[in-house]
Structures are given as structure tokens and as C-alpha cells.
């Protein structure tokens, strides 16, 4: 390897490492005053000249001219015969500067040189990376995808860094292939044996936050704040927003004309249903909000037990609850109470196209019967409106028997 060589490849280092050039420099005459040190020894008459930018490198050695029979140290002096070798009118007490060539080192000193450095500015360059994004948790950031695999997908950023987004934190309906361009959210940034993780999330809940902030100007201005959001992404959103401006409707913004605002962030999180709710204190209106589309006719409120006891018309329980649960569940974390939805009982006959309980008593036990009558269920529609886990957790029933019992109103309404 000749000193061209060495030099191309600090230029490289340079061009494709997002190194600050101060450091760049410190790193390359840390590893230059090794290769002199073990060489000379002493290295405080050596000068390296470094430029980053060009990718040049020079080593000088200064050395006082003295009198050829006075050379006591050779690395800090050089006799008056020899200096004029290097110029010819140099006098005694002047100083010299020579330059060392790279190959003077010997070439397995230079590979050395080399290893040491691409191992030294490969820690900074992990080091920049950490610290580049360690200040920007939250941040939405664009990626490319590089590799996809099982559990998660490599992407790089405009610099090449590297950042990784784990199939926990993808939507379930994303598809990514390598080159497709990729929005997500920084939500973690961690050093692992001194390597940086970037962890993006398309699932978190402060994705769907700065995607609001940066389609709703009135977010960003600070006039409306979100107060909170709960997710089960690629499904349902639920965000309370409040508006500091009595003229600005906080909803009404969000959502803009037409859904014109809404419209685009839907499209990003997979068709994510997002309701905006106007913020209360009042924890019964949050409710009746929280449970919209549905219309609330009363509900009891425990605060010891944290829990709330909604009442609803017959045709509102499934509205309530939502597909797979979904509905419910997120009000619950919404308001942090745990909800109970019950049909109302009021004294009207049942419709006709619903099917009193009492009526499966052939196959169904009456003790099974009696636990779905304690927790307001006395048709097959109002029971099948409820989940599996809704319909475990309220009862004593085991989740096998709830399934048998599905089937067997399930069957009454088929065909």
C-alpha cells in the first residue's frame, strides 16, 4: 500500500461517514501519533497536517540544526551537514522540516494504521448516530426499506443510517417491500455494545399525534392541544382534542372540510377509523362520548371500583362495543374505567326478530341461562352482541360454554 493509497481511503472515510470534521481530525492524528510514537518514540517534533475535505495528509518532522559532531538526540536535532542535504543555506539554530513519507512506516505499520482507523471512525460514526437521534424520540421520520425480514424491517435514512421498525410496532395490514418509501415515528433510541438502535413505530400513539400536527394547522399553532389518544391501530382511533380558542371548533378542525384533513391520515394508518372527541372534565359526558356512535341512555358510575355501568336501547349494545370489542375497549382506556354495557330493560316486548332466552331452555341449562339474565341478556341478539372475553368476564361462565352456547343461538338465525 503506497501513501496514495492511505489517503484515498481517509477521503472515503469522510465522504461516506456523517463525521464532524473536528473529530474526523482528532481521530486521524490520534492514529498518526501511534504509528510515529512506535517508531520514534518521542512525538512532540512531528507535526500532522490534516484536511478532511481534500483527504490530505502530511507529516512533518522538525529538528534544530546544530553542529555535526553536537547531535545528542536525532528525532529533536540534525547536523548542519544534513540539514543543507534539505536546503542549502540553512545555519546553525535554525529548524528543519521534513516530510515523512508514508511508506518510511513499512507497509505492515500502514495496514495497521488503516485497521485502527476503520475500527476507530467506525465507534464515532455509531457515536454521531446515537447522538443524532437520541434528541428526536417522537419525531416522525421518512425511510427507505432496505431488507425485510420476519420480526422486523431495516431501513435506511438520506444518510444510510440504519434504523429498524419490529413487526410489534407495524400496522397489521402493512406491506413493505425493499424501496418503498416508509413514515414512522421514532420511539426509542438505545446504545447495545455500543451500537445504536433506531426504533421506529407506525403503532404508537404519538405517530397518529404528529400526523395530526402536521395536517392540522391549528395543532401545530398551539390553538388546539391533543389530550390524549388510544389506538388499536389499523382499526380504530380514539383522540381527545381541546380547543384554547372558544371560535375554533376543536372537532370540526381536525377533521376539515369534507374529512379534507382527516381524509389523508386515514389512508396512511390502513384505513384507521378515527374518531375526534371534544374534550370534558365531566366524566360522564367523556363516556357518552367515548362510546359514540352509540347513544347512551344511563350509566352508573363506581369510582372506588373504577368501574362504569352503561345502559343502552337494544339496537345500541353492538354499536357500543364495536366490532370485535374494539369500540368498547378503547373508551375504557379513554376515560380509564373499566365499562360494562347492559341492554335496558323496559318492560317493551322484544322485537320480533329476536329470540327470547327462555326459549333455548331445551338446550341450553337454566342456571347458564339465569348468569346471562344477571348481566341484562335476555334475547340470543342482546347475548351475540357481546364478546367472548366480555361475556367471561361478567359471568361464571367458562369460555367453552360460551362458545357452545354461541353456536346454538347462532343457529337460530341461520338460513
Partial sequence: MNSLDLID????????????????????????????????????????????????????????????????????????????????????????????????????????ARQTLASRVGDLEKDEVYKKYKDRIGEVVSAEVYQVWKKEILMLDEEGNELLMPKTEQIRADFFKKGDNVRAVIKNVELRNNTPYIILSRTDPSFLAKLLEAEVPEIFDGLITIKNIVREPGEKAKVVVESFDDRIDPVGACVGVKGSRIHGIVRELKNENIDIINHTNNLSLMVQRALAPSKVNSMDIDQEKKRISVYLDADQVSLAIGKRGVNIKLASKLVGFEIDVYREQDGEDIEEEDIELDEFADEIEGWMLDELKKIGCDTAKSVLALSDDELVRRTDLEEETIKDIRKILESEFQG
Fill in 9 to 112: 481511503s481517509f477521503s472515503e472515510f469522510k465522504q461516506m461517514k456523517n463525521i464532524d470534521r473536528n473529530n474526523m481530525m482528532k481521530v486521524l492524528e490520534d492514529v498518526f501519533r501511534t504509528l510515529l510514537r512506535k517508531k520514534y518514540g518521542d512525538v512532540d517534533n512531528f507535526d500532522i497536517v490534516v484536511n478532511t475535505e481534500k483527504g490530505d495528509l502530511e507529516i512533518w518532522h522538525k529538528r534544530e540544526i546544530v553542529e555535526d559532531d553536537a547531535v545528542e538526540n536525532p528525532i529533536t536535532q540534525i547536523g548542519i551537514t544534513e540539514a543543507r542535504k534539505i536546503e542549502e543555506d540553512f545555519d546553525i539554530g535554525e529548524e528543519t522540516y521534513e516530510k515523512i513519507e508514508l511508506e518510511s512506516f513499512g507497509r505492515r505499520s500502514v495496514l495497521a
